[in-house]
């Protein structure tokens, strides 16, 4: 029987009466042009918003997760790699069978009609959250969970809940944004009404870098009120201005105050002055034509705040070929504006694995579009512990001590300070199977010199780490400077008495004793340990490995070691006040660079706009802001325009 693509409401069918609205037949249609061709998927995610959850049977569910899984591993889709994906993830008997997942391609009516297919699950899963809303709503009020005010204030969110759950942004033309906001702009300017919320063009940074290169990933990091938000917009209209086509997403701020931002920057206007309508009217002429160039530049802004990393690659790939229809060519950089804001793929994950899958997927897009791709990431308050507060590499990754135990598959158990530039195959904790494996190291080395505290559990197990390293426990990964006396972490199960360990080699039988299932052991004490050098392994995958007596402990460099190119703002003036002898200044410390030398960049932050500029040439010294024979900053201009290349 063949879908009316145009008439969903009348294809809602029910295995029962009194089922929830539902259509099998759309599901396994929208299903089987997946496989038969993947082209659809993009549109699928994007467009129609398709998550897991809006099948109504399980078996579709988990076939759906497992083509978003082989689409974020970049694997072709088709019944074959699915059939093998829900193989590995011990759910193929659940979604079927191997059978049922080849009899889905052969399910649809007409390929041309997917997308519509689609929106008739999404409708049906829309009307499945309404319904069980309304339930909800109903039993509250059946048994008077609260006052009749609360009840339906109660009731207004969760309709409400289910209405975003609906909604989905897209990309705007900067010229879009700016018809919409330039009449407004000036109408609120010349009333004096309030309002809300303002390239790479910097000289030696792009000295440094040569420019961001295609295919890398750029990191840009620092604590809260460093400028951030401010330096990435500013890269982004300064290479978009030079014909560079820039795609931005904004999961802070929204595309009214990024338009007003640009507006700002390049008409030279106080931010705040427009923000609130107090623009002199001989300064509106600069306004109009900041405008018009914004308006004709290839800059595209998605302020979508709820978004997962797999969207946002799929709306990247589309933008590229928009781009390429457009204006000749595709996408010059991409910009995601921050890391820690991307809703993870899967809330089941800790957090570390959560930012460690986000950081993998906006490599791989780096590389899939040879563009590169810019991360703006926060940095923990760990770094104003320091004196002075300059961020370092470290600071993006948590550590064990050198002496700290790696247990590898032969059997041997070596100190991870005499592992570094190897990559031994380690032990390691499958999650899923709940089971250890051997599994393969790619990266040992020393990250630097940091405070530790030291775990130990009731049998004597302990981990000495930066506090912010994170551990299995009972209740999933935790930090090891959050854990309290009877926390339950994992370990191995104890090594049998019969099987010995002759010196640092366990006996190779012993291997099968942590084959075993994992053993759940109370924390007894949680305590200072000083300063040390400390040191990190990772290995991919299952991104942990197992230490000293056994404990499951994480990956936590996955963003250094994804980054190609990682760079810090430091202000010394936010810190030091008025002690500070260089105010106004900013550095820009670029602590990794793959393919090039790393030192300190020197600008100006103006703060009104706000925006980043370029120091005056001859200001300072060749080394940067962080060299010791640096001339002091003269105090910087209110009006910047006796700074060169603006």
Known sequence: ?????????????????????????????????????????????????????????????????????????????????????????????????????????????????????????????????????????????????????????????????VAQDNQSGDFRSIGD???????????????????????????????????????????????????????????????????????????????????QRFVASQAKIDGDALRKGKVKKDRWPAVLRAAQELSEAPLWIDDSSDINILELRAKARRLHGKSLAKVGKGLGLVIVDYLQLLRANDSRESRVEQVSQMSRGLKVLARELNIPVIAVSQLSRAVESRHPPRPQLSDLRECVTGDTLVWLADGRRVPIADLVGRTPIVRSFEEGSQEFIDAECDMVWCVGTRATVIMETIDGRRLKATPDHTILTETGWRTVGSLVPGDRVCCSNSV??????????????????????????????????????????????????IANGGIVTHNSGQIEQDADLVAFIYREDYYLRDESQRPGEADIIVSKHRNGPVRDVALTFISHYPKFSNLPRGYGSDQGGGSPDRVPAAPVPADDSDLDEF
């Open 496 to 545: 049998p008495a019969e099987l010995a360990i002759l010196g640092d080699v366990l006996h190779p039988t012993d291997r099968f004793g942590i084959r075993q299932k994992p053993a759940w052991r109370a924390v007894a004490t949680i305590e200072e340990g000083g300063v040390e050098e400390v040191y990190d392994l990772t290995v991919p995958g299952p991104a942990n490995w």
């Open 177 to 259: 944004v700016m018809h919409d906001e330039l009449e407004k702009l000036e109408k609120q300017s010349l009333e004096g009404a309030a309002l809300t919320g303002t390239p790479s063009g910097f000289r030696d940074l792009d000295e440094l870098t040569g420019g961001f290169q295609n295919g890398n990933l750029i990191i840009i990091a620092a604590r809260p009120s460093m400028g951030k938000s401010a330096l990435v917009t500013n890269i982004a209209e300064n290479a978009a201005l030079a014909g560079n086509p820039v795609a931005l997403f904004s999961l802070e701020m929204s595309q009214t105050e990024l338009a």
């Open 1 to 161: 029987m063949a879908i009316d693509p145009t008439h969903a409401g009348g294809q809602i069918r029910a295995a029962a009466a009194g089922a929830p609205p539902h259509d099998l037949e759309a599901e396994s249609s929208v299903l089987g042009a997946i496989m038969l061709a993947e082209r659809w998927l993009d549109p699928l995610l994007i467009d129609v918003g398709l998550k897991p959850d809006d099948f109504y049977r399980q078996s579709h569910r988990l076939i759906y997760r497992a083509i978003i899984k082989l689409q974020e591993a970049s694997e072709p889709i088709d019944t074959l790699t699915v059939s093998a994906q829900l193989t590995e993830d011990g759910e193929l008997e659940e979604a079927g069978g191997r059978e049922y997942v080849e009899t889905l391609v052969e399910r649809i009516p007409s390929l041309a009609n997917t997308r519509q297919y689609g929106q008739i699950v999404k409708e049906n899963s829309l009307l499945r959250n309404l319904l069980r809303a309304s339930q909800e709503i109903q039993e509250s009020i059946a048994v008077r969970e609260g006052d009749p005010k609360e009840l339906l204030e109660r009731a207004q969110q969760r309709v409400f809940e």
